[in-house]
């Protein structure tokens, strides 16, 4: 539910989380869906629930690894075009001071601020250099210090949680030897974590609950009833052929 704007009390922001958010999503809906379109695609295609169960752990771990070694370096390389720029930018304000105070206060007339206060603020800022490479820092490159992401948490975080996204589809097929009820089971299972992602995110993002859980689950289940079918088409061609 959406917060209440005519609400006194005062509500804390999200917190050191909130960077992270965006690879515990990603993460544990991505080991859901892509684990569930897996065992899906090849319990259509006909195999029996021992492969499948092989097929879905060589998925889970590979997802697991794909995941983090993705999210580590992509994480280090952001980070590393933002160390470079804020190098750059504080020989730009040792070299350049004038030009750097004009697009300061450019970025902050963007932002609303206005005459008289305007000029005041910027030669506030351009008194104190860590203040002036800090905005611009900010501003230009949007790089604070406090959302900036470690690669090793991100690359936990994706890595572990898309192997707990995966268990759900793969756990049923250890229990049943029939690949109807295996995939059943999994539907349900999975469908139940595609509702619970969904409606957990709004507790950081203040949406519907039911709405968010019950849209990533109906995108979840249709991917998987395609990936079914998908697999059903392929055995159907090599059996015809």
């Given at each position: 539910m959406d917060p209440d704007p005519t609400s006194n009390v005062y509500e804390p922001h999200i917190?050191?989380?909130?960077?992270?958010?965006?690879?515990?999503?990603?993460?544990?809906?991505?080991?859901?869906?892509?684990?569930?379109?897996?065992?899906?695609?090849?319990?259509?295609?006909?195999?029996?629930a021992t492969d499948v169960l092989l097929i879905g752990l060589a998925g889970a771990l590979a997802g697991m690894i794909s995941m983090s070694i993705g999210e580590y370096l992509a994480t280090k390389a952001q980070g590393e075009v933002f160390d470079a720029e804020i190098?750059?930018?504080?020989?730009?304000?040792?070299?350049?001071?004038?030009?750097?105070?004009?697009?300061?206060?450019?970025?902050?007339?963007?932002?609303?601020?206005?005459?008289?206060?305007?000029?005041?603020?910027?030669?506030?800022?351009?008194?104190?250099?860590?203040?002036?490479l800090n905005m611009h820092a900010a501003l230009e490159f949007g790089v604070v210090d406090s959302e900036r992401r470690s690669p090793?948490?991100?690359a936990f975080a994706s890595g572990t949680l898309f192997?707990?996204?995966?268990?759900?589809?793969?756990?049923?097929?250890?229990?049943?030897?029939?690949?109807?009820?295996?995939?059943?089971?999994a539907a349900v299972l999975v469908g139940i974590g595609l509702f619970f992602v969904g409606a957990i995110k709004t507790l950081q993002t203040k949406k519907r609950w039911s709405t968010s859980g019950l849209e990533n689950l109906a995108l979840g289940l249709a991917a998987g009833v395609l990936s079914f079918y998908v697999g059903k088409g392929f055995d159907w061609l090599i059996t015809s052929f």
């Open positions: 917190g050191d989380s909130r960077q992270y958010m965006r690879d515990i999503i990603l993460g544990v809906n991505d080991g859901l869906i892509s684990t569930f379109l897996l065992v899906s695609g090849v319990v259509g295609g006909g195999m029996d190098a750059l930018e504080k020989i730009h304000l040792r070299d350049h001071r004038e030009d750097e105070k004009d697009q300061l206060k450019e970025m902050l007339a963007n932002m609303g601020l206005e005459e008289p206060g305007l000029d005041t603020v910027v030669n506030i800022i351009n008194d104190n250099d860590e203040a002036m090793f948490a991100a192997l707990a996204g995966a268990a759900p589809s793969i756990i049923p097929f250890a229990v049943f030897d029939d690949t109807t009820t295996s995939l059943l089971a």
